[in-house]
């Protein structure tokens, strides 16, 4: 028989530097308030050069285990969600692993933006049912600061560094697991948001430098549009799958991409705005980070227990945007 997964552990890590609206006044044409009320995002955290995703994931994973009180030797698998890896390869669960020491874990990267922690989770999940696994590790990593030309006032506002993760593991009882996904795709997003430069069609070079194919490339508008219904729906259409309402929710966990984005969605499932999980203004858009850093940050604060129903929203690039729905594990 299938086994059940269940969340036994989430962490989150951000890099000290903190970048604010002020600041990004002296480099581009911007200013605080309009920032703060088109975004919700005051300041964002901005990891130093010489360090990767890999490092930010490392100090979250060290982090995980310290909570669950667990060797790195007791891992599994590493899967981590990132747009912003360290390098192509190695893949950046394999850097992960090799930096802590989880020498019995295999790893690899799932590349889904910001809905990638919720599909590296959703994957977890299936290795923890069959029964292959049962310390599975899922990070959310990005230095989007990486890929963000600053240069740029529609894109540099938005984003910034960060890392979450949780540890899965079985069980029988479904009072505590996870108890669904919905995991979608649009690849017609993709001249909406993208990042061309350094991929296999357009390999780096002088002229792709040139033309600033490195860095992410967004159609606001567009992505907003298509964020703000496509978040709702995936969000309300999991939960009505499963015979819950709004009233049902302890927590609603949406990712970070933009305040109103957060706010229609919880217009849509009609629930108290306290139930959301609103941690964009000091940390902007993480991408795949997002939402364990706001779940983790939950449990910090106490908002959940045992038994308490649980839903993730996401939207982001390609297009991708998924949902999660759980009973939470830990007390
Ligand atoms: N500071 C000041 N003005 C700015 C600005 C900035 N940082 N960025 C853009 N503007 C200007 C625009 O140039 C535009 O001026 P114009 O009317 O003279 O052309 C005006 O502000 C309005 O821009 P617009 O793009 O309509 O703003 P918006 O309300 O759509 O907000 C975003 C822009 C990027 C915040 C918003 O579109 C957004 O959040 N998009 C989705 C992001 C997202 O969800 N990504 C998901 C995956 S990562």
Redesign the pocket.
């Known amino acids: 028989m299938l086994k059940k997964a269940k969340i036994t552990a989430v962490s989150h890590w951000v890099p000290e530097k903190i970048l604010t609206n002020k600041e990004?006044e002296k480099m581009?044409?911007?200013?605080d308030e309009?920032?703060l009320t088109?975004?919700g995002i005051r300041e964002r955290h901005i990891l130093e050069d010489g360090k990767g995703s890999s490092d930010m994931g490392v100090e979250a994973v060290k982090l995980l285990c310290d909570q669950r009180g667990i060797d790195p030797l007791e891992i599994d698998a590493i899967i981590v969600a990132t747009v912003t890896p360290d390098m192509f390869f190695p893949n950046t669960g394999n850097l992960i692993q090799a930096k802590i020491g989880a020498v019995n874990a295999m790893s690899f990267d799932v590349m889904a933006?910001?809905s990638g922690f919720v599909y590296a989770l959703s994957i977890g999940t299936q290795y923890i049912r069959t029964g292959d696994y049962k310390k599975v590790v899922i990070v959310g990593t990005d230095k989007m600061s990486s890929i963000v030309d600053y240069t740029d006032?529609?894109?540099?506002?938005?984003?910034g560094d960060a890392a979450g993760a949780v540890l899965i593991e079985p069980t029988e009882d479904e009072s505590e697991a996870i108890i669904d996904f919905s995991l979608n795709s649009d690849g017609l997003g993709t001249e909406a948001?993208h990042m061309y430069g350094g991929g296999s069609l357009y390999p780096a070079t002088a002229d792709t430098v040139a033309k600033k194919l490195h860095y992410i490339y967004?159609d606001?508008?567009t992505?907003?549009k298509m964020?703000v219904q496509k978040m709702a729906d995936v969000s309300v259409n999991l939960l009505h799958k499963h015979n819950f309402t709004g009233d049902d929710l302890k927590l609603f966990v949406p990712?970070q991409?933009?305040l109103?984005?957060v706010e229609a969605a919880v217009r849509r499932l009609k629930i108290d705005p306290e139930k959301a999980v609103i941690n964009i203004g000091k940390y902007g858009?993480t991408?795949a980070a997002t939402i364990p850093m706001a779940l983790s940050e939950a449990y910090q604060d106490g908002r959940m227990k045992k038994g308490d129903l649980v839903l993730f929203g996401t939207?982001?690039?390609g297009y991708t945007w998924a949902s999660a729905l759980l009973r939470w594990a830990m007390n």
């Open positions: 990004l581009v044409d911007t200013n309009w920032i088109r975004t933006a910001c006032r529609n894109t540099c506002i938005l984003f948001l967004q606001g508008k992505v907003f964020a990712h991409a933009n109103r984005i858009n991408t939207f982001g690039g």
